[in-house]
């Protein structure tokens, strides 16, 4: 006996949202707390930089540092994504997330965007602790978001071929959002000298693309 998979439908749009929404609370309550105690509302200005040095992406704690307890080479792959740099930092990334979120949530559902997001922050931590050289942490969600531009890209990509467009067309879109990708990741980096982490950004689209070779959009 055959069966067709599952297509999008209320249900799983409401799943989807609970997902992008939930990481999104996530984020500003992490961030609200920080502010708080940097405005001196509740405990103390010292919990950034503490919620930094235990809980931020340090590429060094791949190549022999010592790390503050034991699991945190391994914990920081999943708590990086949740620290962000202030307000702006979250707000430009939440921005983006929830658009994101709300597209793909139609595309893949709950579980695959999950997924998505999981390789994605995963590649784009695996890619700033091979190619970082900075002695500073690494914050922020950005690379499952360019994990989420990889699969809005391939969305599109499997819209236009169930659409019947040629495949050289199918490929140019992909060659050329994919390259309007990079260009703008080299112009902000050159903008905020440096205070960019392009390696999480890049990391976090390619791990992307290559899990979508699995994570395919639903019908």
Known sequence: M????????PASMRAARGVWIGLAA???LVEATLSGADAGLWGSPLWRPLAYQYGGFWAGLLHGWQANYPMQPLAMFVTYPCLHAGWQHLLGNLLVFGWLGEQLGRSFGAARLAALLAISALGGGLAFGLLATSPRPMVGASGAILGMVAAWIAAEAHQMARDGQPRARILRMCA???????????VATWFEAG????ETHLGGFVAAALALTVLRPLP
């Open 2 to 9: 055959t069966r067709r998979p599952p297509a999008t439908g």
């Open 26 to 28: 996530v984020f500003v």
């Open 176 to 186: 050329s959002r994919s390259a309007a990708v990079l260009a703008l990741n080299l």
């Open 195 to 198: 205070g960019l982490a392009w």
